[in-house]
């Protein structure tokens, strides 16, 4: 255990030097050893054999996706969340889940969510996406006399309406067997990725009253964008549809007086997405899934045995997550929630937008480099000028990965090949933004190879 705890403080310490990305050879995989190598050997071997090989995507300059990192009160207490291994589903014999409800309730103060709101944690914003397009499923299936937990859904031809959603909608509705073809692109505002809202009406209307799901998009993955919470809500007085707003990384905009005006309207949500393991900065994996409609809830995830507690009187997370067993993920976030609290969330999410300016502004004063959309938030949208294919931005993308300073990400954007620089560590400053714009003038992309 000492030797661990050696080997995790070395890592911590070492992490801003460490390259945020690596490239990955051919992997000589061990064979299952007959006899046990012992703990101590086993370690010998991870840190020399394969921790080499792992990035730094929690270090500070890492900016590809929305991945964020962990906060030091979350790594420690991730620890615990282990050693206690509880299952934290029941109520009955462990405090565990109602700390998952303390935590869920500081979320709720720390979004600015109605406090009749239900959550949990589930693994990541994918889950909670899938939980409320399942609940939206069963909700319309009950507008038209349908019982799909009951009967299942072959009956309902299902819609779900949406300006950019996210790739794990579409993979949620597949896994769901609602099917990928079922989500009808709405089109978005010019030069944004914010539904327009007006579109939206009229396929609505077009329905003549059969009611689907909208999910709305409240943070785009390559602009941070935001649907017009607060109109789309306002169109449910007139048209049946079930609101789920993907917030995954974007709810965290309620913490800043600069950004909470992009959050306006979620109160009208049926369901919402929010990740802990992004911009929250804690260990993956954790994210939250919040809805309004916990009957509704009850009813899909239900898990009736003869030895558990009644669905009907029992808050056990069994009857209303997709997991039975399930990790006490909630631990790290109310632990850095506690450790930090609101002003030191808020603090890390006003300095990551600040660094995205930082860079943004210096994008579009420069030369070489063309910024594709306002910051917003925390995500620059960026393209090299000389670079138009995508096999030359890749290969550029990819020196700059070697170079091991900094790491992006590729995009499209409005269908041309972009850079996506994502602000979400806890660790990240303006000295991290400083070393970026030293990379993007040294290493200018029309010195790239043509091939990988
Ligand atoms: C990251 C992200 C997701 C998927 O989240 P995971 O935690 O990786 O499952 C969904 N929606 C949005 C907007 C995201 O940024």
């Known amino acids: 255990m000492a030797r661990v705890h050696q080997a995790a403080a070395h890592h911590l310490t070492r992490q801003e030097l460490q390259a945020p990305g690596k490239r990955v050879g051919p992997w000589q995989a061990a064979d299952l050893p007959a006899q046990g190598r012992g703990a101590h050997e086993t370690l010998r071997y991870f840190l020399e054999q394969v921790a080499p090989h792992l990035n730094g995507s929690a270090g500070p300059r890492y900016f590809g996706f929305v991945t964020g990192g962990a906060t030091p009160a979350s790594v420690v207490r991730d620890w615990l969340v282990s050693t206690f291994d509880q299952n934290a589903c029941g109520h009955n014999d462990s405090a565990a889940p109602l700390i998952e409800q303390q935590t869920i309730d500081f979320f709720k103060q720390l979004f600015g969510l109605p406090s009749d709101f239900f959550g949990s944690f589930v693994t990541g914003a994918t889950q909670s996406n899938a939980v409320g397009l399942a609940l939206g499923r069963e909700w319309v299936g009950e507008q038209q006399g349908m019982d799909i937990s009951n009967e299942g ?6 819609r779900v309406a949406s300006g950019t959603a996210h790739s794990s909608v579409y993979k949620a509705m597949s896994f769901l067997g609602m099917g990928r073809h079922h989500l009808i692109s709405i089109d978005t505002l010019p030069h944004r990725e914010a539904v327009d809202v007006a579109r ?93 409609h916990r009957g509704l809830q009850l009813k899909v995830f239900q898990n009736s045995a003869a030895y558990l507690s009644d669905p009907e009187q029992s808050p056990d997370y069994f009857h209303y997550t997709p997991e039975n067993s399930r990790r006490w993920r909630a631990l790290p976030s109310w632990f850095t929630l506690m450790a930090y609290g609101q002003e030191g969330h808020r603090e890390i999410v006003e300095r990551n937008c600040a660094c995205a300016r930082q860079l943004g502004d210096w994008i579009a004063a420069s030369a070489d480099y063309q910024l594709l959309a306002p910051v917003r938030m925390n995500i620059v949208c960026f393209a090299p000028r000389h670079v138009s294919d995508r096999a030359a931005l890749h290969a550029w993308l990819a020196r700059i990965r070697d170079d091991g300073r900094v790491f992006f990400t590729p995009t499209i954007y409005k269908g041309f090949p972009a850079v996506r620089a994502a602000f979400s560590n806890w660790q990240t400053s303006a000295h991290d933004v400083q070393i970026t714009i030293d990379v993007l003038n040294q290493l200018l992309p029309h010195n790239a190879s043509p091939t990988v």
């Open 153 to 158: 859904s072959q009956r309902l031809a299902l």
């Open 200 to 292: 939206l009406e009229t396929y609505l209307q077009s329905l003549n009253g059969t009611p689907v799901i909208v999910v709305a998009n409240a943070g785009t993955v390559n602009t941070a964008d935001f649907d017009d919470l607060e109109a789309i809500g306002q169109l449910k007085q007139t048209y049946p549809f079930w609101m789920h707003v993907d917030a995954a990384f974007g709810g965290f905009a309620a913490l800043s007086p600069d950004f909470r005006h992009w959050m306006k309207g979620i109160e009208h949500a049926d369901s919402i997405t929010i990740d802990a393991h992004k911009w929250l900065n804690v260990p993956y994996d954790a994210a939250m899934q919040f809805t309004r």
